[in-house]
């Protein structure tokens, strides 16, 4: 499903988003703009390296592909096994989810008078193509599960800080937190700046 | 030689560095304080992991570290196995070289009125711990070797583009350019992002 030569599908995605964060502050025009860079980058499914598309058979992937040198963004290939799920938890900053492969329900959580949590509506499904946003300013408390019981699922997530380095919770659904740091599940990093190996195409 | 818990020190290298760079966008103002910041990472060698390391039987290696969102810089571990060396070469953009084990010899050349490379002075011994710059504006053209013909050496070079991708040349002594795209040596890159990992030292 991988092509070195389609390396710079995520090196211009790169590029672009760090442009628009230098260019827009404001969380609603980059989540905007952002979403619109994301769309573009998962609108084919050609480019993510087979070796940040595995799952593992017990827990989801979360395999960090890139972080900004100033740690404004950071993007991860979240891989689903067939019924996989995360907890119910926040982020803590803003985030832009992108199906790639497969598909994902995404149940949104907000607090009660008591603390508990209420599921926002129903879950709503994520098709490949689409994007859904997070956000502390909005709604920051889902849980996210794959879709298929017999299939694997990949989204591309985009956060506006090191995710895998922030400080945040996942929750029970009285409301009880619990403090987490996501890290990531890969020790080594796509390296996708080598066009020596590519034929001109960016 | 490496240890993850010392991720810290390459990671607040490059957040420092896009500091820098978004700050100041003079040339010798960048390769002033990108010096300092580069002897402040060069002066502790226990924070390279073993992987981005290891010489090569036959020729030195180029291991890419991290590349800026914006490309405006890149961080490459040069690992020069026992004798070796590279071909007279130009880079085209400004470079920061850091001895962080071993010693390297770096031989400056300029052209003659026929075009021909001449030498500038003898070649000058970088030592554990020194900078050296390499820059367009004022020296472009060098080539370097592993000072010990029994022992790998290993320098950090910061440049200011994306180094393996810059279309630049090495040179025969009589003038004779021939074009070329360095590329790198590895595929992965070192995840230093995972904090999840790492005793809270940053
Ligand atoms: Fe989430
Ligand atoms: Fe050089
Ligand atoms: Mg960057």
Known sequence: MSNPALNYRLRQFITDFAELLTKESAEPIVLEQGSQLLKQLIEHDDWLPDAFAQPHPDRYQQYLLHVDSAQRFSIVSFVW???????????RTWGLIGMLRGSELSQ???RSVNQSLIP????????VGQVETVSPSTQDIHQVSNAYSDQTSISIHVYGANIGAVKRATYQPDGTEKSFISGYSNTLLPNIW???KEPATS
Request: aromatic content about 4%; proline content about 8%; cysteine-free.
């Open 81 to 91: 096994g067939a019924g996989q799920k995360t907890p119910i938890h926040d982020h």
């Open 120 to 127: 926002i509506g129903p879950a709503h499904q994520l098709q």
């Open 108 to 110: 949104h959580y907000q």
């Open 194 to 196: 080598d066009l020596s």
